[in-house]
């Protein structure tokens, strides 16, 4: 089983659309999640942290599920401006000295 | 401005060449990272630092070697003996000994003459 595994997409979506992904990791002891959003030809960029109580900033909400090992994205409203890929990123170890395991990514396509 | 520094933008190495790609972060952070991402392919870790003097392999560090002489630079050298070299690099740094999230330069495009 892959460390950290996330549906390639592509999805492709029409605007204001409300549209979430899924991420799974297998790691057990992991201990920090996070969502970066990586444009084309760009590097990626810190989208939001993935609180255990699960978190939200503006359009979008981050949640943690521990016990089925996987974590969600969802995009409300969605805009023109959020098409990219978003990359799952997991802690993979106990302490935060491990490096960080990134997915391959989710694509989103925002239609007109 | 704080921030991750990568130079050169696009390099251009010829075969049998070694080339050294510059990392430089003013962020005082402890740990750097060196990834390569082909077209189409999530990040792959290279090789790691997370204190000065000393680094570790990551899942491909064949054909690469790394130095951290100075805690705010991370230089990658690639080898004449990385055999398809061609891929965007991008480095990264965070705290150490935290759970806090990785932040990226702006990358290196590599290709092969």
């Known amino acids: 089983r892959k460390e950290v595994e996330q549906d390639p997409g592509p999805f492709n979506v029409p605007e204001g659309a409300t549209v979430a992904f899924n991420c799974t990791y297998s790691n057990s002891a992991s201990q920090s999640f996070f969502w970066y959003r990586q444009d084309c030809r760009k590097e990626p960029k810190l989208l939001m942290s993935v609180y255990s109580s699960g978190n939200e900033d503006g359009r979008f909400t981050a949640q943690l599920n521990r016990a089925s090992q996987y974590i969600s994205l969802l995009i409300r409203d969605s805009k023109l401006s959020d098409s990219a890929t978003y990359l799952c990123v997991v802690n993979n170890g106990a302490s935060g000295n491990t490096p960080l395991v990134f997915g391959k990514g989710t694509r989103l396509s925002v239609i007109a | 401005d704080g921030g991750i520094t990568q130079s050169p933008k696009y390099l251009f190495r010829k075969e049998g060449q070694n080339v050294t790609l510059s990392c430089e972060q003013n962020l005082n952070h402890d740990a750097m990272y060196w990834y390569r991402q082909d077209p189409g392919q999530g990040l792959r870790l290279i090789y790691y630092s997370q204190i000065v003097n000393d680094f570790q392999k990551g899942d491909i560090a064949e054909g690469y070697s790394v130095s951290r002489e100075k805690k705010e630079s991370f230089p990658l050298t690639v080898t004449s003996a990385q055999k398809n070299p061609t891929a965007f690099y991008l480095c990264?740094?965070?705290?150490?000994?935290?759970?806090?999230?990785?932040?990226f330069g702006d990358g290196t495009r590599l290709s092969i003459l």
């Open positions: 990264a740094s965070k705290w150490s000994g935290s759970n806090q999230p990785q932040h």
